[in-house]
């Protein structure tokens, strides 16, 4: 009772809101004296012991001291009070039901009272509640006056503080000697600002005597906080990402990479994603919380890679020979490094031919991995052509009884009364001489059409000049987002 006296007497409102608390007063009233009849009195929360034998003395004593103290509070001057063997009637007017309750609880305060019985009559007065509205309202307009200087103190306070703050977190040079991760020496800076903000807050605050609003802010950022976090709950997922990125340095900008099966020229780390150049020249972004917990594959951090391709060679070939006829062609390739070196083995003995898979291993920063791959496999086809080995299509063989076959060669001829085996014998050399002519005319005009003058880019490995100029003119491009790599220069 006697915090919430202390909280009503020590609360006023503006004139605007007076008619609302007059309504609001009314409905307390009707409720107030609809509940009287269940519970008339208010028991003090001072009664321990009843006494035995009460004094009239003491019951004088109480209405005069519980009068006095009425007399002294605007609003509760008509109160009556009446005691009989420490038992309290209020009586009387007042304005609204705070002023009613206030009364209430300061006679609860008095050790001998019993009970209090609340008799009060809660006039509800416009004029009276405004009055005590407007006047409680000018004494804090007063306090508000007095107190100016100390406010204006308070936000020079604040304002050097959040300045000192703001000039030490755009020292950015101190910070990157700091952390030279330029993502974590931003994050510094920024942290240190806000730093010096909320002290200059505290700071201020206390000296104008609110201590206690420090308290409120702080529990009031606490729930704003985890809301937000609640709320963007991807985005701060990114942001962490993007951090653990920035200090981890998994990729470099020019690096060719491998992201979550999507194929790339890295081109830059933002706080939000990771930007790429396609193979085809399109810009992907990749949200840093997938990269984080993707599959990396970085092509560029370890330049040498391997190529494979398989070629088969006739059944009745040797297999060792044609694997150094092969390698011997892959050796002589300018792309082709020398350590590791090429290798060729069999992997498997079919019905007509015989597989051979051929490794090789070129530089990615001066090759093409897929046109080195495209040219080393047909210089190692060629190699084995020249050589005498045959590339050989699937061949089956057919079997047929002695009637079936002398039927089709009648039906071949057209003429034959009786078995003649002399045909197929004397047909074969036609079609292997048609075939070796065929091979024979392919082979002329590959050698002519490759002797044209614009013919050099099908033998050239370099990697494509068009790709990368895009990626360099994507990496100058100005950004309003922060590169989170670490600087590195082109390669000449």
């Known amino acids: ?42 028991q003090s929360p001072n009664a321990g012991q009843i006494e035995t ?95 100016l200087p100390l406010i204006a103190v308070g936000f020079l306070l604040f304002g050097a503080v959040a300045w000192f703050g703001a000039w030490l977190s755009n020292r950015k040079h101190l910070w990157q000697r700091v952390t030279p991760n330029p993502f974590v020496a931003g994050l510094v800076a920024q942290t240190i600002k806000v730093v010096f903000i909320v002290l200059g807050l ?32 991807d985005t701060i997922e990114n942001y962490i990402a993007s951090l653990m990125l920035s200090i981890r340095q998994p990729f470099q900008a020019r690096d060719h990479v491998v992201i979550n099966d999507r194929e790339g020229i890295v081109v830059r780390l933002t706080s939000r994603a990771t930007i790429l150049m396609t193979l085809e020249g399109n810009q992907l972004r990749i949200p840093n919380a997938d990269v984080f917990k993707g599959i990396i594959l970085n092509y560029t951090q370890n330049p040498e890679r391997r190529f494979d391709f398989e070629l088969g060679v006739d ?14 062609a892959l050796n002589g390739l300018p792309f082709v490094l020398g350590e590791p070196k090429a290798v060729g083995v069999i992997t498997n003995v079919g019905d007509s031919n015989i597989v051979l898979a051929f490794q090789g291993w070129v530089n990615q920063s001066a090759t093409d991995f897929g046109k080195a791959r495209s040219i080393a496999i047909r210089e190692t086809k060629h190699a084995l052509e020249h050589q005498g080995f045959t590339l050989p299509e699937p061949i089956y063989r057919l079997s047929f009884r002695p009637e079936l076959e002398e039927s089709l060669m009648r039906i071949q001829s057209g003429k034959f009364t009786e078995r003649n085996s002399a045909l197929p014998a004397a047909a074969a050399p036609a079609f292997d001489t048609a075939a070796d002519k065929e091979k ?32 360099e003119e994507e990496i100058a491009q100005t950004s309003s987002e922060t590169d989170l790599l670490s600087k590195r220069p082109a390669k000449e």
């Open 440 to 471: 024979q005319q392919a082979k002329a005009r590959a050698q002519q059409i490759l002797k044209g003058e614009q013919t050099d880019g099908v033998f050239d490995a370099r990697p494509d000049e068009k790709l990368m100029k895009k990626v």
């Open 315 to 328: 059944a009745s070939d040797d297999p060792l020979a044609a694997i150094k006829v092969g390698l011997d």
């Open 1 to 42: 009772m006697a915090a919430t006296a202390t909280f009503f007497t020590s609360f006023r409102v503006p004139r605007m809101v007076a008619p609302l608390l007059v309504l609001l007063g009314m409905l307390v009233s009707l409720s107030s004296h609809a509940s009287e009849e269940t519970a008339p009195a208010t």
């Open 53 to 147: 034998t009460p004094s009239p003395q003491k019951d004088a004593e109480i209405a005069q001291r519980i009068s006095g103290i009425f007399s002294e509070i605007d609003g509760l001057s008509a109160v009556e009070v009446s005691v009989s063997k420490g038992i309290v009637t209020l009586a009387g007017e007042t304005a609204n039901e705070r002023k009613a309750q206030q009364a209430v609880g300061l006679a609860n305060r008095l050790t001998d009272v019993v009970m209090v019985d609340d008799m009060i009559d809660r006039t509800l007065d416009v004029q009276d509640n405004v009055a005590t509205a407007y006047q409680g309202l000018r004494a804090r307009g007063q306090s508000l006056l007095r107190a």
């Open 202 to 233: 505290i700071m201020a605050l206390s000296l104008v005597g609110a201590e206690t609003i420090i308290g409120t802010l702080l529990g009031g950022a606490g729930v704003i906080g985890i809301a937000i976090g609640f709320a963007v709950k």
